[in-house]
C-alpha cells in the first residue's frame, strides 16, 4: 500500500464483534484450564476412583450372597433392606446401576461434589492463586462462573463413573436382558439403558443445590478444608433434619428430599412429578446461593 493511501477504518461494529469472540474464545480457555486443572489433581482422582469402587463392592456383596441361590434380604421375594432396587440385581446386571446410583446419591456423591466446590475459590484463595486469576481479563464473575461449571461438570463425570462401574460389574457378575420396571411391565434392554442414561443425568441434576451451596460457602472462607468440611457437615445435618418426622413441614425444602425420586423414571409411564419437584427445587437453591456466592465474591477483599 503506497503512502498516500488511507489505511480502512475499522467500524465500532466491527471491533466490538472482535471484542466478543475474543471474550468467548478467552471464556472456554479459562473453562478448559479449570477442568484440566481439577481432573487432575489427585485429590479428584481418589474421589473417583472411591465411587467407582462403591458398585464393585456392591455386585461382589450380592454375588457373594446369592452365591447359594437365595434371594436378597434372605425373603422369598427378596424384599430385605438396602437401597431400591437391589432385590433385582441377580435378575438383570443393570439394575446394578440404579441400585449403585442410589447407594451413592445420600452421602458419597454429594461428599464428593462438596469437596470440589468448597475448594473452589477458598482453595485458590489458600495456595495464593486467585490474586493472579484476578488480574488476569477473567473479572470475578466470570471466574465464578467457570468455577461452577466446572464443578457442575464433575457431578456429571462422577455420577456417570458410577453408572459406568455398576454397568461393567454388572455384566460381568449377573444376566443382561428384558427387564421389569416398578411398575411391573416389560422394556427391552436398550429401552433399560436409555432409562439408566435418564436416571444418571436425573442424579446429576439433583446435586446442582449442595454444588451451589458449596461454592457459596467457599467465598466465605480462604482455607480450602474449611470450606469443604462446612459443606459436607451440612450436607450430614441437612440429611438427618430430613430424617426427622417433627419436621415434616420442612423436608420438603431440603435440598435433599426428592433426591431419591429418580426411582420414578422405572415406573410406565414416568411419574413425572417428584423429579420436577426435585429439578425446580435445585434450580431455587442454585439460584440463591449462586447469587449469595457472586454477592459475596464481587465484593471479596483478596489480599493474600
Given at each position: ?117 468448597g ?52 455384566a ?45 460457602i ?7 478444608i ?61 439460584a ?12 471479596k477483599?483478596?489480599?493474600?
Amino acid at each position: 500500500m503506497s503512502s498516500g493511501e488511507a489505511e480502512p477504518a475499522v467500524t465500532p461494529e466491527a471491533a466490538s464483534s472482535d471484542a466478543r469472540t475474543s471474550s468467548i474464545l478467552w471464556t472456554f480457555g479459562l473453562f478448559r484450564s479449570e477442568l484440566v486443572t481439577t481432573f487432575r489433581r489427585w485429590r479428584t482422582i481418589a474421589l473417583l476412583g472411591v465411587l467407582a469402587a462403591v458398585p464393585v463392592l456392591v455386585g461382589i456383596a450380592v454375588r457373594i450372597e446369592t452365591g447359594d441361590g437365595a434371594s436378597m434380604g434372605g425373603g422369598p421375594g427378596g424384599g430385605g433392606g438396602g437401597p431400591a432396587f437391589i432385590a433385582q440385581i441377580t435378575n438383570n446386571g443393570l439394575f446394578l446401576v440404579f441400585t449403585a446410583l442410589a447407594a451413592t446419591l445420600p452421602f458419597f456423591l454429594p461428599m464428593a461434589v462438596g469437596v470440589i466446590a468448597g475448594d473452589a475459590i477458598a482453595g485458590e484463595a489458600n495456595a495464593g492463586t486467585l490474586r493472579y486469576l484476578l488480574v488476569s481479563p477473567a473479572g470475578r464473575t466470570r471466574l465464578l462462573l467457570t468455577k461452577y461449571a466446572t464443578t457442575m461438570t464433575f457431578c456429571l463425570v462422577a455420577t456417570l463413573v458410577v453408572a459406568a462401574s455398576a454397568l461393567a460389574v454388572g455384566a460381568l457378575l449377573f444376566p443382561l436382558g428384558d427387564l421389569t420396571t416398578i411398575s411391573g411391565t416389560r422394556i427391552s434392554f436398550a429401552d433399560g439403558l436409555l432409562r439408566a442414561l435418564l436416571i444418571a443425568l436425573a442424579v446429576a441434576a439433583s446435586l446442582i443445590g449442595i454444588a451451589a451451596l458449596g461454592l457459596f460457602i467457599s467465598t466465605l472462607t480462604n482455607s480450602g478444608i474449611a470450606a469443604m468440611a462446612t459443606t459436607v457437615g451440612l450436607l450430614i445435618t441437612v440429611q438427618i433434619l430430613d430424617q426427622i418426622p417433627q419436621l415434616d413441614a420442612l423436608h420438603p425444602y431440603f435440598f435433599s428430599h426428592y433426591w431419591l425420586s429418580f426411582a420414578d423414571l422405572m415406573r410406565e409411564p414416568i411419574y413425572w412429578d417428584d423429579l420436577q419437584r426435585n429439578f425446580g427445587l435445585q434450580a431455587v437453591y442454585a439460584a440463591v446461593f449462586g447469587s449469595a456466592a457472586w454477592a459475596r465474591f464481587t465484593a471479596k477483599d483478596i489480599t493474600a
